[in-house]
């Protein structure tokens, strides 16, 4: 172990001190030419159909430079595990924040008007805040493809051990509703 | 209708014009320039915005600009003495007190409050001074830590 530089040595982290010191750029510290301001505009509602929205008063504000909603994206479905994320509502609103639309302005004030010219229509839908509730058959539905507002999941989970590999294969199914998976391999 | 403010941040005088309905963060950040200080909430519940005001420790999103008007502001830019790290920010560092970063400017001004005021703190009340500090990232026993070992330097110092 001696011999080596790295491997079995204490280093101090590379951007510490900068970070100690306020010196780290993150992403709202920049300030670049020409730069735009962005807001969302998001759903006050916890569940809404999304009936309609007219965005023309926000695209002619004088400084607003763009104005977008899913019409505006390839519609493409996304998620870490199951791909029911699309970057802008489609056409419910499934939670209070709910991004719908966005604008980009030449400055903050300009892109919060633009924001309340947005025009949305929206039709109030059950909602359902709790889990067990929400996996009870007659539930609000939150997305309409899938038949229950829970995954069934088949998961592979790796243990390792010393001396061997032990693979544990876990199902967890709508009606489980026990301790919390990750309390059993907390140490991995 | 701008109101005329002088304020002395770090040790440098700013007079400046600010609409009355500017926050102190706003003004620090913008129109100064001094983006160490965090916007994290916007509305006092986080303290990634905390400077200190006359010494004490303050949400400067919930402070008004005109407020701090003829006030001694310090920022996290303020701490290093002609480049020399503040010992807070040395501790942070070893003892990997720092991950993400982002409350770690509000943080170590907390921290320095409680030190300026209590120079050997029990960790009851290094908990006590940064509650209004939050970090998603640590679990905050690494900063509890570094701020303990800066109260222990003082006192090895003093005893030799």
Known sequence: ?188 | MKIPIMLTVNGEDHRLEVKPNRTLVDVLREDLGLTGTKKGCGGGKCGSCTVLMDGLPVDSCLVLAPQADGREIVTIEGLAKEGKPHPLQEAFVAKGAIQCGYCSPGMILSAKALLDENPHPGEGEIRSAIAGNLCRCTGYSKIVEAIQSCGLRDREEKNE
């Open chain 1, 1 to 188: 172990m001696s011999d080596l530089n790295v491997v079995g040595h204490s280093h101090p982290q590379i951007d510490g001190m900068e970070k100690a010191m306020g010196q780290t750029q993150f992403v709202s510290d920049l300030v670049l030419p020409n730069m735009l301001h962005g807001r969302i505009l998001r759903s006050p509602y916890p569940h809404a159909h999304i009936k309609h929205i007219d965005t023309s008063r926000a695209e002619t504000l004088v400084g607003v430079k763009a104005v977008a909603t899913y019409a505006d994206t390839p519609g493409i479905r996304f998620g870490p595990r199951t791909e029911d994320w699309t970057i802008f509502a489609r056409d419910r609103a499934r939670f209070c924040g709910d991004e719908i639309a966005a604008v980009a302005a030449l400055d903050e004030d300009t892109a919060e008007e633009a924001l309340d010219l947005i025009e949305v229509e929206y039709e109030d839908l059950p909602f359902v805040t709790d889990p067990i509730e929400a996996m009870k058959p007659g539930a609000p539905l939150i997305h309409e493809d899938l038949p229950l507002n829970s995954r069934s999941r088949q998961g592979m989970w790796m243990r390792h051990s010393r001396t061997r590999t032990l693979s544990m294969k876990i199902v967890i199914t709508p009606t489980r509703c026990t301790r919390p998976i990750w309390s059993r391999w907390a140490h991995w």
